[in-house]
């Protein structure tokens, strides 16, 4: 855990400071270099250029001096600054270095910012995996000062976003739990920390409302499936909520049309899209957000077994709609499919949208640069792509039609839930989703395959999971109801 805090002056101990390109120093390190020493440094040979992602630790007879490098003075925003703080901590994570003073002549709300992207980066796995920690992994920094001119204003500014990043952490330690851990059952049991906050907590046994495509996921293991329903009710109760519905698959074998085993480890984290619902639910219940909003988890866990669903089965769905199961390795568009029309009919939201690790596709096409939008309603689509650049969680919209209708028409049911070889995957199950969103509900579709774990240490968040979606969710919710105020 890193602790912030903001001041109006510098403290004693190390210090980082501020240069932009073309080795302009910033006034507190102007102030700092009394003996010429940045000058120095920044005259030798080195790869330190003062660009956003330059970080340069100097041992001193004084102690540490850090010269972060802020990028050019134009186009600087709170992406940036996230960035720069999230570098920041990654160089100086493990440097032995406790306790920092950042002076890098940021405004309040410039300084929250920087402390924001420095606590995204700040996550890491519970140490409790190992029987013993690893010394050579040990990180030393576990507090930062962030000077500021005004440090009252920084610290309010800091309380929602400070609540974000615990929502991303909570993510990420639900991702990274193993399976043998995480369970449908385990996972619930995970959510008392937003029962304390304020959130209710709903179960819904499949079997007994109606949900048979998450059932038929799910009844191929010893760990039952079930539906959850998360409630933060923070404004007026005849205002509709804004729904959100996460995939929860805790893991995927595959079912009978059984994954190769290379990198099957990883589909413990196929209820990604359910961890970011909860997350966000966290972020705003912790800040007592004036909003109302649902959570609609569908867990599951997809095995094979003698109970298993099998390829050619009929199930019927929530909606009333019979579903061929073709493969069952396409079984996130089946309990999101439930949890979609669930949603609608017993929540009546004003909006719904939902996150999936959903397909191998959205990966291929988008890379691990931006999650898969699809949505039919022009004004919902661009107020998440406006969202997800303002929160780097980047998003790009992928056509939602019903050119792929003939696709998913089955022989003997309503529908069949896939395809293979006519056209990409990701697309077929988008518009497989959008049949089970009854007409006239504003309803969005992420998939965040690609998105929901990185390979390498990233600027906000280390090799792993990332919490993929937390912030975006939260960010959209508040602006919604925000619209509302202002229109009132």
């Known amino acids: 855990m890193l602790t912030v805090c903001f001041v109006s002056e510098v403290e004693g101990g190390a210090r980082a400071v501020g240069v932009r390109p073309d080795d302009l120093l910033l006034p507190a390190a102007q102030g700092a270099d009394i003996s010429g020493v940045i000058r120095q ?49 990654g160089e100086l994570a493990d440097s032995g270095i406790a306790r920092l003073n950042v002076a890098l002549d940021l405004s309040p709300v410039e300084a929250a910012e920087l402390a924001y992207g420095m606590c995204l980066r700040a996550w890491r796995p519970a140490s409790r995996y190992k029987s013993q920690p690893d010394p050579d992994e040990a990180w030393s920094l576990v507090s930062a000062t962030i000077v500021t001119r005004d440090p009252v204003a920084a610290s309010a500014h800091f309380e929602t976003l400070s609540a974000r990043a615990a929502g991303a952490a909570l993510a990420r330690d639900l991702v990274v739990a193993p399976a043998n851990e995480l369970t449908p059952k385990s996972f619930v049991k995970r959510l008392k920390g937003l029962e304390r906050l304020g959130v209710t907590v709903e179960i819904f046994d499949p079997l007994r409302h109606g949900l048979g495509l998450l059932q038929a996921v799910g009844q191929g293991s010893i760990h ?175 056509p939602l039609t019903e050119d792929y209708d003939d696709a998913l028409a089955s022989p003997l049911a309503d529908l069949r839930n896939c395809i293979w070889g006519d056209g990409p995957d990701a697309l077929h199950a988008a518009r497989f989703l959008q049949h089970f969103v009854p007409k006239g509900v504003a309803w969005a579709h992420l998939d965040i395959a690609g998105l929901s774990e990185v390979e390498e240490d990233g600027p906000l968040a280390a090799k792993g999971p990332t919490g993929f979606g937390v912030r975006l969710l939260d960010h959209l919710v508040v602006d919604v109801f925000a619209r509302e105020c202002a229109v009132k």
């Open 41 to 89: 440094v920044l005259a030798g040979q080195h790869r330190f250029s003062g660009d956003d992602d330059d970080v340069l630790p100097i041992c001193l007879p004084t102690g540490w001096l850090v010269l972060v490098g802020m990028g050019p003075e134009e186009g600087q925003n709170a992406c940036r600054l996230r960035r720069i703080g999230g570098n920041l901590f």
């Open 224 to 398: 039952p499936p079930c539906l959850v329903g998360l409630r933060w009710s923070g404004a007026d109760p005849a205002s509709a909520p804004v729904a959100l519905v996460g995939k929860g698959v805790t893991f995927d074998s595959g079912g009978i049309d059984i994954k190769p085993a290379e990198d099957m480890e990883e589909m413990k984290g196929d209820m990604a899209g359910a961890a970011a619902v909860v997350g966000a639910l966290y972020a705003l219940a912790a800040r007592r957000a004036p909003v109302n909003v649902i959570g609609v988890l569908a867990l599951a866990e997809n095995m094979p077994s003698g109970r298993s669903c099998r390829p050619g089965d009929v199930v019927t769905s929530h909606a009333g709609l019979s579903v061929e199961v073709v493969d069952t390795d396409a079984e996130g568009r089946l309990i999101l499919a439930d949890a979609l029309s669930f949603a609608a009919s017993h929540y009546r939201p004003r909006l719904i949208v939902d996150l999936a690790t959903l397909t191998g596709a959205v990966e291929e096409a988008l890379g691990r640069h931006r999650a898969g939008l699809f949505c039919a309603d022009d004004d919902l689509a661009a107020r998440l792509l406006a969202t997800g650049d303002a929160e780097d969680e980047p998003l790009w919209r992928l």
